[in-house]
């Protein structure tokens, strides 16, 4: 056994002891064969796992692109290397990434990614960047749009681990198809693809949040997540901290551990 099925048998046992109800609905959509983009709104942390292995078997391994200090991490590093996945330098040159996930294509594969680039606090999909829909007009590979509702109830950004039991988690999938025209209009297409495949997927989740627990629905939905303004401003502000962080980083590295290993950062 591969470790990348080995790890994906261990995502579901979890699901299991946490009795998760992970719904696939339109899961035929993703070709059996051949080199598909799968590119997914982001909610929260384990959205991968959700977008990778909530279809039934068979299951095609997925290759995601992913944030590169995660892979700074040495087992995390190794074992997400091994499996096949791609780190991004997000806030330096993503030209790596996007050769590897062209590499991968052409070979067949297919490839994970979060157009909206981070996860959206106020949990409505962010505009998106054009990497995606560059990558499948350069391969000419199909693009699955992906919904994923119910995943920020177990792990977001900014909030506390929330492992619960009984937590619905619905993935949809959308019809597949090789972008034309303008990146950037094509981009927009595609995030409102994406966008009407999460009304769907909100409008058919079975549960509602119980008083005081609203936090985990858009504000337009009647929830307490911050608003899309908002979660602009806060992701800017973040986004400039990490910048700052890196290019101190850069002109002063960390300093050797005992073992001749880097002290490790946590990815946030």
């Keep these: 056994m591969d470790l990348y099925t080995f790890t994906a048998g261990g995502f579901r046992a979890a699901w299991r ?18 080199p598909v983009i799968l590119a997914s709104n982001h909610v929260g942390y384990l959205d991968f796992c959700f977008v990778a292995l909530a279809a039934p078997s068979p299951r095609r391994q ?14 995390v590093g ?6 096949g ?12 990434a996007m050769r590897a996930a062209e590499e991968r294509l052409r070979a067949g594969e297919i490839i994970g990614m979060h157009p909206e680039g981070t996860i959206s606090p106020s949990f409505v999909p962010r505009a998106g960047r054009t990497g995606t829909v560059r990558l499948a007009q350069l391969t000419g590979a199909p693009i699955v749009p992906v919904a994923v509702w119910g995943s920020q109830r177990l792990l977001t950004k900014g909030l506390p681990v929330r492992l619960r039991r009984n937590i619905p ?13 303008d990146p950037g209009e094509a981009t927009r297409r595609l995030m409102g693809e994406i966008t009407d495949l999460l009304g769907v997927a909100q409008a058919e989740y079975p549960q509602q949040p119980a008083p005081g627990d609203e936090w985990w629905l858009p504000h337009h939905l009647g929830g ?5 303004e908002e979660a602009e401003e ?11 962080r890196a290019l101190a980083e850069r002109e002063d590295p960390p300093a050797a551990d005992e073992t001749g290993g880097s002290e490790g950062r946590a990815a946030s």
């Design 234 to 244: 806060r992701i800017r502000r973040q986004v400039e901290e990490r910048r700052r």
């Design 78 to 83: 190794a074992a997400l290397r091994r499996m």
């Design 224 to 228: 307490t997540a911050p608003t899309p």
């Design 169 to 181: 988690v619905v993935v949809r999938y959308g019809q597949p198809h090789v972008p034309t025209g």
């Design 85 to 96: 996945q791609i780190p991004v330098d997000v806030h330096g040159d993503p030209a790596p």
């Design 17 to 34: 002891v946490l009795a998760l109800d992970v719904r696939s609905r339109g899961h035929a959509n993703i070709p059996d064969h051949g």
């Design 62 to 75: 997925v290759r995601f692109l992913a944030r590169h200090d995660i892979f700074d991490k040495p087992l």
